[in-house]
């Protein structure tokens, strides 16, 4: 890490600013890529949650949960 810092503080002022882009540029797409993840678990879940509740709804389950 201390050899990364001595090259970074050597670097000239314009390759500073292009490393920040990039640098940056990772971090938000490591957390867009993070975001995109949990969407698509959220949605699977409630596609699941849906075909549940169909099955649950169903008339002939309406009568064993009365009796049961």
């Known amino acids: 890490?201390?050899?990364i810092e001595?090259?970074?503080d050597e670097l000239p002022q314009e390759k500073s600013a292009v490393l920040y882009d990039f640098v940056t540029f990772l971090l938000e797409k490591r957390s867009k890529e993070e975001?995109?993840?949990m969407s698509s678990s959220y949605g699977k879940m409630l596609t699941a949650e849906d075909a549940l509740k169909q099955h649950w709804e169903k008339e002939e389950?309406?009568?064993v949960?009365?009796?049961g």
């Open 6 to 8: 001595r090259q970074l």
């Open 35 to 37: 975001v995109d993840k």
């Open 1 to 3: 890490m201390l050899e």
């Open 61 to 63: 389950d309406a009568v």
């Open 65 to 67: 949960r009365r009796c």
